[in-house]
Nanobody, 125 residues
Framework: QVHVVESGGGLVQAGGSLRLSCLVS????????MAWFRQAPGKEREFVAG????????YNGDSVKGRFTISRDSAKNTAALQMNSLKPEDTAVYYC??????????????????WGQGTQVTVSS
């Protein structure tokens, strides 16, 4: 069974930075894409960033391009989301997810089937 655990959320002022971390249990995690999604109150879950199984390809959501960077360490089964120039509209619960199919990378929730519990990020103005 795969477990996904996020950490690193918190309260930060606008313009500041935070780094989220994701730890995935299970020996096969390195063969799957990983992604970060977020969900703000009253809104649908939104794709933030994704990274391929080998780290060679990354995707960012339009709202975070140029500000957020996703990375992974496959040897440690971890992923990270570096968030810079944070804005109040970045306030949300951030979720890490592991891909459903080996070697695939998608932007839709359905492309992922192992999710963490989420970590709260709050950006004050």
């Amino acid at each position: 069974q795969v477990h996904v655990v996020e950490s690193g959320g918190g309260l930060v002022q606008a313009g500041g930075s935070l780094r989220l971390s994701c730890l995935v249990s299970g020996p096969i995690a390195s063969a799957y894409g990983m992604a970060w999604f977020r969900q703000a109150p009253g809104k649908e879950r939104e794709f933030v960033a994704g990274i391929a199984w080998n780290g060679a390809t990354t995707y960012n959501g339009d709202s975070v391009k140029g500000r957020f960077t996703i990375s992974r360490d496959s040897a440690k089964n971890t992923a990270a989301l570096q968030m810079n120039s944070l804005k109040p509209e970045d306030t949300a619960v951030y979720y890490c997810a592991l891909g459903r199919l080996r070697y695939e990378l998608g932007r839709e929730e359905g492309a992922y089937d192992s999710w963490g519990q989420g970590t709260q990020v709050t950006v004050s103005s």
